[in-house]
């Protein structure tokens, strides 16, 4: 409520738009009545507001008994950014402060996080939609307030909350870290201690990565059509221990399509073999394969983790590594790795002149293990396309008699890496 009222009057003195967004998670039996009462406050405001749930029968519905607060935040996170992608929304502001920053420093750090997860909440944080390509800018304007000073906010502005008891709960760890603060305060880690502690975290990270960005750009180089990456073993082994590992996680992340990154002691235990150069061709982590070529890692996706086959829809993300659409005639279409006999249907339509590809030659010289992880579209036992390599089906690219056309296949690891919230 404290960020709305503050940034609705933000907003009116520039004339800009702006919607509250009112979650109810549905884990409490007065949510509902709660959040609609929340929505009545705002419009008797002046304010635009909408509820957002899960467009379920709650009479049906079973609350989780595990991991609550985990799943009621990927639920929020998904409604929030589902609601702005929708209409077209680039920013979302939301309230987090200064003692939720503390508490999210203190979880991390009970977790054995890095100077990355130490960075805690960042107060602004972009991300792109694997799917749609929508970016969105999340903003946390408060955390350098507290909740006392939000809570001044609204008795200044005469404005109403609603308490949440579960903030209250005991068997959340958030809530026992909660009710240490007093005594943590005592010993110098008050809430302001910890939040500083948390942005020089944050400005360390920061600057790490922007020495791994350096890096990439000197020595990673990109194949989009076969996905694959490849990075000099220099990098590897004179570079400083740190910067080495984020260069490793990044493009393991990269060619994978995974997000998150492996563990840090997969992590070690990987660069170690690298620096050695002791069975790097046996050597797979995060979904990849990784082999070495004179003075070159080459990583490339692990074919035994890529995705089964599956139907084709008009607007999808494959293997988390490409970005697909597809129009027309999608019935009985599946999507699937290449495969060597994939591969040789393709070379065979070049060799007999059904498929015309001046870059033909460049396609031959992609390493097989990236060339048969690639993307293909099937009809049963039939390729289709290829389209990662601008290979279409001879009999079926008439657009009269099949009407499918391939509108986009991007890698997305070419782009800046996805971030989860």
Same mark, same amino acid.
């Given at each position: 409520m404290a960020v709305t009222a503050m940034l609705n009057d933000w907003a009116r003195a520039r004339s800009i738009e702006m919607t509250a967004l009112i979650v109810d998670h549905g884990l409490r039996e007065n949510s509902s009545d709660e959040a609609v009462q929340v929505r009545q406050w705002l419009i008797e405001r002046g304010i635009r507001a909408e509820i957002l749930d899960q467009q379920r029968d709650k009479s049906d519905a079973v609350a989780p008994t595990s991991n609550i607060q985990a799943r009621a935040r990927a639920l929020r996170f998904d409604l929030l950014i589902?609601?702005?992608?929708a209409h077209g929304v680039d920013h979302l502001v939301l309230g987090h402060h200064l003692d939720d920053q503390a508490e999210t420093?203190?979880?991390?750090l009970a977790r054995g996080s890095g100077v990355d997860g130490l960075g805690a909440m960042r107060p602004r944080q972009a991300n792109t939609d694997l799917y749609t390509?929508?970016? %969105?800018?999340?903003?946390r304007p408060l955390l350098d307030l507290s909740k006392s000073d939000l809570a001044g906010v609204l008795k200044d502005r005469n404005w109403p909350s609603v308490g949440d008891p579960s903030n209250m709960d005991p068997r959340f760890n958030r809530v026992r870290?909660?009710?240490m603060a007093p005594a943590l305060a005592e010993l110098g880690l008050d809430a302001e201690r910890l939040a500083k502690t948390a942005r020089l975290m944050a400005r360390a990270s920061d600057t790490l990565e922007r020495l791994t960005d350096i890096v990439c750009a000197e020595n990673l180089r990109i194949d989009d059509a076969g996905g694959w990456a490849e990075v000099t073993l220099s990098a590897f082994v004179e570079l400083e221990e740190e910067v080495a590992l984020r260069l490793l996680s990044r493009v393991l992340c990269l060619v994978?399509?995974?997000p998150y990154r492996p563990r840090l002691t997969s992590l070690e235990s990987a660069l170690e073999t690298l620096r050695s150069a002791d069975a790097v061709n046996g050597?797979? %982590?995060?979904g990849c394969q990784i082999r070495l070529k004179r003075d070159r890692?080459?990583?490339f996706r692990e074919l035994a983790a890529i995705d089964p086959g599956k139907p084709v829809t008009s607007r999808f993300v494959w293997d988390g590594r490409y970005r697909l659409r597809v129009s027309g005639q999608l019935d009985g279409l599946t999507i699937d790795r290449l495969g060597q006999s994939g591969w040789q249907r393709l070379r065979q339509a070049f060799d007999d002149g059904s498929f015309a590809c001046e870059m033909f030659s460049q396609i031959e010289k992609i390493p097989a293990l990236a060339r048969e992880g690639a993307p293909a579209l099937w009809l049963g036992d039939i390729l289709v396309a290829a389209p990662s390599f601008g290979f279409f089906h001879p009999e079926r690219d008439s657009k009269e008699d099949v009407p499918l056309q391939i509108e986009e296949c991007h890698f997305l690891g070419a782009s800046e890496l996805h971030r989860s919230f």
């Open positions: 589902g609601w702005c992608e420093f203190l979880l991390r390509g929508h970016s %969105l800018v999340l903003l870290w909660r009710q994978s399509g995974q050597l797979t %982590l995060h890692v080459q990583v």
